[in-house]
Structure formats: C-alpha cells, structure tokens
C-alpha cells in the first residue's frame, strides 16, 4: 500500500530559527511530490510542487529538496516567523493518474514561539 | 477572487439526519474533489468529479453521495448521519488536467450526536 510518512509529528522552535521538516514515501515510481501548508481552521494550500527530476523547489523562505533514490523529501523553513505556525503536509501523485489518486502523509505540526 | 467556497463552516447533527454540504468554485476548474480529514490522519478522497454531469467514487464513498449539474458547484450528501461522519470535510478544485495542485476550501467542521 502506497505510503507517506512524516516526521516529527510536532516541532516547537524560537522565531527566527531555522527548521526542516522530513517525508518518506513508498510510492514509487511517482509523478511528482507537493508539500501544503495547512493553517488551523482553514484548508491547505500549495507551497511546492516537485516532479520526479527534480532535486529542490523554492518559495520564498520555503526550500523543499527530493532524493528520489532514497524515497525522502524535506521542507526546509528559513528565518521562521509567527505566521509559519502551521501544519505541513507532503503528498505524493503516483504516475498515469490525477489528483485522485494522492497519497497524502498525515502532517507536521509546526509550531513557532516568540 | 473568492476560489472555493464551503457552506456551512461548522454543522451538528443527530443520527440518522441527512444534510447537505455545499462547495462552489469560481476559477472554471473541470475538476473536484470531496475528501474528509480525521485527527491523525491523512486526507482521504470522498468521490470526485471531472466535470458536469461525471462523478467517480474515491477511497472512503460509502454512507455519501454526490452530483454536479454545473462547473461551479459539488453538494455532498449525507443520507443518513453516523457517529463514523464525524470530521472535517474539505472541498477541493484543480484545473484542466486533473494534476495541478487543488484549491481547497476552508472545510465545514461535522458533529454527528
């Protein structure tokens, strides 16, 4: 069964520190790997997207690398800030299908203090 | 630009009701999609459509149902509410081909008593 797993299930840091958040996956091969951020009471949104090429993505202070070989991703988070307070959620799409097949991991929630 | 909308936000019902979440999108997409979200879990696929007039069941259909008479609009219903419903439900929109990443809505936030 095709799975995405996250780590940590949670992480507190200091504002302005940096962080990296992990995804490992099983679904291979796949077409390409998103990561969303999803703020409490509200519905995710696209932070990255990243084909099966590709090695890293970046928006803003958001930087998400890929290793295909090992079947990990990370997001790396830049200078947090308050407003980064968030659950972070990987999902894969496996090749020849749309978006209903995504396997979405379960999220990392991110929690930043002043 | 309002994207997707849900109606409403937060809903309680008791067993055996039946209700009918509502999901509008303004950005033409062809494609939508219902999926629940449950504490601990990942989000899992409802039912989907890929335009007006088709709907294709997803991983968790059962005890729902769906319709799409216009581009715009994706009701989810629920016949007859179980304890099991309780969650929050997410509407999403994606463009032409099914694979760009979704919109989603804010969710309406379910309690079945």
């Known amino acids: 069964k095709n799975q995405v797993e996250q780590s940590p299930q949670s992480l507190i840091i200091l504002e302005g520190k940096n962080c990296t958040l992990q995804?490992?996956?099983?679904?291979?091969?796949?077409?390409?790997l998103r990561w969303y951020k999803q703020d409490t009471g509200r519905g995710p949104v696209s932070l990255t997207i990243m084909t099966f090429s590709e090695n890293t993505k970046s928006n803003g202070r958001y930087t998400a690398t890929l290793d295909a070989d090992t079947k990990q991703s990370s997001l790396h988070i830049t200078a947090s800030q308050l407003s980064d307070s968030a659950s972070y959620i990987c999902v894969v799409s496996p090749p020849s299908f749309g978006n209903e097949k995504l396997t979405f991991g379960t999220g990392t929630r991110l929690t930043i203090i002043p | 630009n309002a994207g997707v909308t849900q109606t409403p936000k937060f809903r309680i019902l008791k067993i055996g009701q039946s209700m009918t979440l509502q999901c509008t999108q303004d950005?033409?997409?062809?494609?939508m999609y219902w999926y629940r979200q449950d504490p601990g879990m990942g989000l899992k696929l409802i039912y989907y459509?890929?335009?007006?007039?088709?709907?294709d069941k997803g991983e968790v259909p059962n005890g729902y149902n769906v319709s799409r008479s216009t581009t715009e609009d994706f009701p989810l219903r629920l016949e007859l509410a179980a304890p099991s419903q309780t969650s929050v439900y997410f509407c999403?929109?994606?463009?032409?081909?099914?694979?760009?990443?979704?919109?989603f809505g804010d969710g309406t936030r379910l309690s079945i008593l």
């Open positions: 459509s890929v335009g007006a007039g088709i709907t």
């Open positions: 995804c490992n996956y099983t679904v291979s091969p796949f077409s390409n």
């Open positions: 999403a929109s994606s463009g032409q081909s099914g694979r760009q990443p979704q919109h």
């Open positions: 950005m033409n997409h062809n494609y």
